[in-house]
T-cell receptor, first 115, second 115 residues
Framework: GAGVSQTPSNKVTEKGKYVELRCDPI?????LYWYRQSLGQGPEFLIY????????DSGLPNDRFFAVRPEGSVSTLKIQRTERGDSAVYLC?????????????FGQGTRLTVV | AQKITQTQPGMFVQEKEAVTLDCTYD???????LFWYKQPSSGEMIFLIY??????QNATEGRYSLNFQKARKSANLVISASQLGDSAMYFC????????????FGTGTKLQVIP
């Protein structure tokens, strides 16, 4: 597709369950970012990938969160033993590179609700 | 570390009038870029405008202009001739330049355009 695609758009899960959120970036974009946006807040950085490798995972809140991008395209954010505090919109973005002025293009996000 | 401060949680503007959304930043990096994104109720983050720290002129994109005052560390967004479709959340963001770098967002300003 033309833009960043995230699936599912909405996910409701029970506390303690495992969830996977998928991001399909714009074709050819080498950089991919995951952000988390809580209600009334700006997006909070989680992790970014340069190709297949996680170049910076300093934003992951704890070891329950993990992300992969095995072929340098689609990425999956994985959350184990979900907690109610994980409820948020998870945004994915991609960019063609990291040069100055290179803006990131965002998907519409996955709204995760942990009940 | 980088920080963005947006002190206006909400703003109102009359249709066809201009409005300024405030943004101040803090960074120790010598080279950086400043971004503004729009987030309508649909949730997608839409890139609006970019300003590099070494750019001599203020950036402009159609009805959007960035009032960059480096000494004051401010990067205010000016929207001219407001339209009803401009009603949305607006986020200021900063990123260190060079390679792949994460973007740090502010808490946003909710703009409402009144007919």
């Amino acid at each position: 597709g033309a833009g960043v695609s995230q699936t599912p758009s909405n996910k409701v899960t029970e506390k303690g369950k495992y969830v996977e959120l998928r991001c399909d970036p714009i074709s050819g974009h080498t950089a991919l970012y995951w952000y988390r946006q809580s209600l009334g807040q700006g997006p909070e950085f989680l992790i970014y990938f340069q190709g297949t490798g996680a170049a910076d995972d300093s934003g992951l809140p704890n070891d329950r969160f993990f992300a992969v991008r095995p072929e340098g395209s689609v990425s999956t954010l994985k959350i184990q033993r979900t907690e109610r505090g994980d409820s948020a919109v998870y945004l994915c973005a991609s960019s063609p590179g990291g040069g100055e002025g290179t803006e990131a293009f965002f998907g519409q996000g996955t709204r995760l609700t942990v009940v | 570390a980088q920080k963005i401060t947006q002190t206006q949680p909400g703003m109102f503007v009359q249709e066809k009038e201009a409005v300024t959304l405030d943004c101040t930043y803090d960074t120790s990096d010598p080279s950086y870029g400043l971004f503004w994104y729009k987030q309508p109720s649909s949730g997608e983050m839409i890139f609006l405008i970019y300003q590099g720290s070494y750019d001599q002129q203020n950036a402009t994109e159609g009805r959007y202009s960035l009032n960059f005052q480096k000494a004051r560390k401010s990067a205010n967004l000016v929207i001219s001739a407001s339209q009803l479709g401009d009603s949305a959340m607006y986020f200021c963001a900063i990123r260190r330049t060079g390679g792949y770098q994460k973007v740090t967002f502010g808490t946003g300003t909710k703009l409402q355009v009144i007919p």
